[in-house]
């Protein structure tokens, strides 16, 4: 069944480390995108990539980076310069065609210890 | 003013009700238009897209209205299993990114 992966499901950092979130699929779709959620909010953009080997900064992308070398794979990295990471982080693919709406991942909750 | 807006609710809904909520969207040039449901601490499920003409899905109608900007969902007959959060989805062109609202959260009880 094709989908998108997320790993790990739960994920705890300490002080001052750097962690990365990984984001799978086998939709063959060339967008990807990474959100957060905070309890109680909405979903706030952090990056996007429409291709391979691109990407653009959302709304909230100070503290992350992210990577796209493959058009599978879209992995984020949470830095140590993000002052408040504890969320719930989504990663989405979208299809071509304007009717197409965002496949997500089932998400990776962080929580800083 | 935000892009998109939603009455955060909770909508207090019967079972059996019907319950009808809007979202508002702020760009004209918007294209693409989804609801989403969200269950607590899930992802959010694609529920329907809404097309100019207004479509139903069994108990669940999204209807769009460009001129005054909005969308609404109706859901007929409401379940308990309809108790969620409902996400407004708005986007501007294919294969770009979609602007999310809040949510609207609907409470089916007994």
């Known amino acids: 069944d094709g989908g998108i992966t997320q790993s790990p499901k739960y994920l705890f950092r300490k002080e001052g480390q750097n962690v990365t979130l990984s984001c799978e699929q086998n939709l063959n779709h060339d967008a990807m995108y990474w959100y957060r959620q905070d309890p109680g909010q909405g979903l706030r953009l952090i990056y996007y990539?429409?291709?391979?080997?691109?990407?653009q900064k959302g709304d909230i992308a100070e503290g992350y980076s992210v990577s796209r070398e493959k058009k599978e794979s879209f992995p984020l990295t949470v830095t140590s310069a993000q002052k408040n990471p504890t969320a719930f982080y989504l990663c989405?693919?979208?299809?071509?065609?304007?009717?197409?709406?965002?496949?997500f991942g089932s998400g990776t909750r962080l929580t800083v210890v | 003013r935000k892009e998109v807006e939603q009455d955060p609710g909770p909508f207090n809904v019967p079972e059996g009700a019907t319950v009808a909520f809007n979202c508002t969207y702020s760009n004209s040039a918007s294209q693409s238009f989804f609801w989403y449901r969200q269950d607590c601490r899930k992802e959010p499920k694609l529920l329907m897209s809404v097309y100019s003409s207004g479509n139903e899905d069994g108990r669940f109608t999204a209807q769009l209205n460009r001129a005054s900007q909005y969308i609404s969902l109706l859901i007929r007959d409401s379940k308990l299993s309809d108790s969620a959060t409902y996400l407004c989805v708005v986007g501007k062109a294919a294969g770009n990114k979609l602007t999310f609202g809040g949510g609207t959260r609907v409470l089916v009880k007994p």
């Open positions: 990539s429409q291709i391979v080997n691109d990407f």
């Open positions: 989405a693919s979208r299809g071509e065609g304007q009717n197409y709406g965002y496949t």
